[in-house]
């Protein structure tokens, strides 16, 4: 396995990446199969980047504690047959004076007022550096997990509006034995915020039971209500567009965001549940 810092070699392009920024947990492994699958059959290597984005963060402070453990990604990417880990450095992403587009924002990013409200520019910053790390590594396909439901649907509303050719691919949630979804963010979890955090999923999946959007929306709101979390959204929407639904609409997802013990976390599930 190669680890690069800058240059990207020409010998990789049409490889299938995975980006990331770093910290690779349990839900990682389950992307990296994944790219590792799709490279194999296709004839060409899986690349995991990593790179801890400046532009994503609207709280210098989390960018700062942000938890950086490259030797350890690496192994497990060399245990799970990546061809290569891009580690570019924020000179070679953001080159100085050169200005890196943000490029043209899906409506998927501004409308719903879910992450676009919560995290104003956040969602900006990851099209902006998703973009750019495409353009160096020059993928066929890229694979994202759907724990953040809205970044993965913007990823791919971006590829297919600008007819970039890159495949996005969408890789179930991973969760943890008692349902909670894995997150590099689940090591600040301690004592009755561990205990507490599990409600999330639990909210989702009494919520797919119930046969209306509003009866999910209120069952799944009592669950964090009842767990003592003061949630930021729990709702359900469109799937495709992260608007509420409407007579038309075919396929839903419930998705919650809401802060635990000092941590912010966010999961989602499809309405109905389907026991994902």
């Known amino acids: 396995m190669r680890e ?5 070699p020409a010998d990789l ?13 349990h839900g990682h492994t389950v992307l990296i199969r994944r790219a590792v ?14 790179f801890v984005n400046p532009t994503q963060f609207n709280d210098p402070k989390d960018l700062d504690v942000y938890p950086r453990t490259f030797e350890a990604d690496a192994r497990m990417c060399r245990e799970f047959g990546v061809a290569a880990v891009y580690a570019p450095t924020v000179g070679a992403v953001y080159p100085p004076g050169v200005e890196v587009p943000v490029g043209p924002i899906p409506a998927i990013a501004s409308e719903p007022g879910l992450e676009d409200w919560f995290r104003p520019g956040h969602l900006e ?6 973009r750019r790390l495409f353009v160096m590594t020059s993928p066929s396909a890229a694979v994202f997990g759907e724990k953040d439901w809205q970044q993965y649907r913007l990823v791919a509303d971006m590829s ?48 797919g039971v119930e046969r209306t959007a509003d009866g999910a929306e209120g069952t799944l ?11 930021e959204y729990a709702t359900v929407r469109d799937s495709r567009t992260l608007l509420p639904p409407t007579a038309g609409t075919t396929a839903c997802r419930a998705l919650v965001a809401a802060p635990v013990g000092g941590t912010r976390l966010i999961d989602n599930a499809p309405w109905p549940w389907d026991g994902e």
Not at 13 to 18: E, F, K, L, R
Not at 43 to 49: I, L, P, S, Y
Not at 221 to 231: D, F
């Open 13 to 25: 392009a049409g490889c299938v990446v995975v980006p990331t920024m770093g910290a690779l947990h």
């Open 4 to 8: 690069i810092r800058d240059d990207f």
């Open 221 to 231: 709101r009592e669950v964090l209500r009842e767990a003592g979390i003061e949630y």
């Open 37 to 50: 699958a799709v490279a194999k059959a296709r004839g060409t290597g899986a690349v995991v980047t990593i």
């Open 160 to 207: 297919a509006n600008e007819g970039l050719g890159i495949e996005i691919l969408g890789e179930p949630t991973a969760r943890e034995p008692d349902g909670l979804a894995s997150s590099s963010r689940n090591v600040h979890l301690k004592g009755e915020a561990r205990e507490q955090s599990v409600a999330i999923s639990r909210g989702l999946r009494a919520a």
């Open 125 to 130: 910053g990851v099209a902006q550096v998703v």
